[in-house]
């Protein structure tokens, strides 16, 4: 199963924009990478996912490299309700389907 | 729309005994997933349920199980309960169409603790 590397911490002040780095080497040609965050005390919720191209929606934007083995989570404005551990995952595609977690980021936003 | 929720919130129990935990997917979801979470650990998938049948299992023993029933609700067991099976227990559902990505969604947990 592909994994994924992300930094164990990061910190942000508000109002400012944060990337948060994910490594995913070993990715294959049909994995899709998902982002998704858990906030103090609730389950973790979807924030973005792609597969071979960019993607923004209202709460973040992805950036996928070109050879796909790295991508980055972009929120271009932190609030202090950003502050979560963010978690780069990856999806075998086809009847798989798994959704394989790391560690995350913990993310801090300083007012 | 309702969320998906998980009862108990809260669950004590002690070594040998068995606990069945109960996850009610978001309506019209039919996927439903189950993860466990530590703090060394991260989250780990149990298994995924759809349609009343197991489609994907995670590397827990046998004493993890889990099953669906027509309503699209799950429970899991676990039985024969260890000290390093404390933990918060997650289910999620998605809408699981086709072959198209589908987004989780997750409950709140159940964090159960075993002395």
């Known amino acids: 199963d592909a994994k994924t590397t992300q930094p164990n911490s990061m910190e942000s002040n508000e109002e400012e924009p944060v990337h948060l780095p994910c490594n995913h080497s070993?990715?294959?040609?049909?994995?899709?990478i998902h982002w998704y965050r858990q906030l103090p005390s609730q389950g973790p919720e979807y924030v973005i996912h792609?597969?071979?191209?960019?993607v923004n929606n209202r709460m973040a934007s992805l950036a996928i490299a070109e050879d796909r083995k790295s991508s980055t989570l972009i929120l271009h404005r932190a609030t202090l309700r950003d502050a979560a551990v963010y978690y780069c995952?990856?999806?075998?595609?086809?009847?798989?389907?798994?959704?394989?977690w790391g560690l995350g980021t913990s993310l801090a936003v300083n007012p | 729309k309702a969320g998906v929720t998980q009862t108990p919130r809260y669950l004590i129990k002690t070594r040998g005994q068995q606990v069945t935990l109960s996850c009610s997917p978001i309506s019209g979801h039919r996927s439903v997933s189950w993860y466990q979470q530590t703090p060394g650990q991260g989250l780990q998938f149990l298994f995924e349920y759809f349609s009343e049948t197991q489609r994907n299992k995670g590397n827990f023993p046998g004493r993890f199980s889990g099953r669906q029933f027509s309503n699209s609700r799950s429970e899991m067991n676990v039985s024969t309960l260890e000290l390093g099976d404390s933990a918060l227990y997650l289910c999620?559902?998605?809408?699981?169409?086709?072959?198209?990505?589908?987004?989780?969604?997750f409950g709140p947990g159940t964090r159960l603790t075993v002395l």
């Open positions: 995952i990856l999806q075998n595609a086809g009847n798989n389907r798994k959704l394989i």
């Open positions: 070993t990715i294959s040609g049909t994995d899709y």
């Open positions: 792609g597969l071979t191209s960019n």
């Open positions: 999620a559902s998605s809408a699981l169409v086709g072959s198209s990505y589908n987004e989780q969604f």
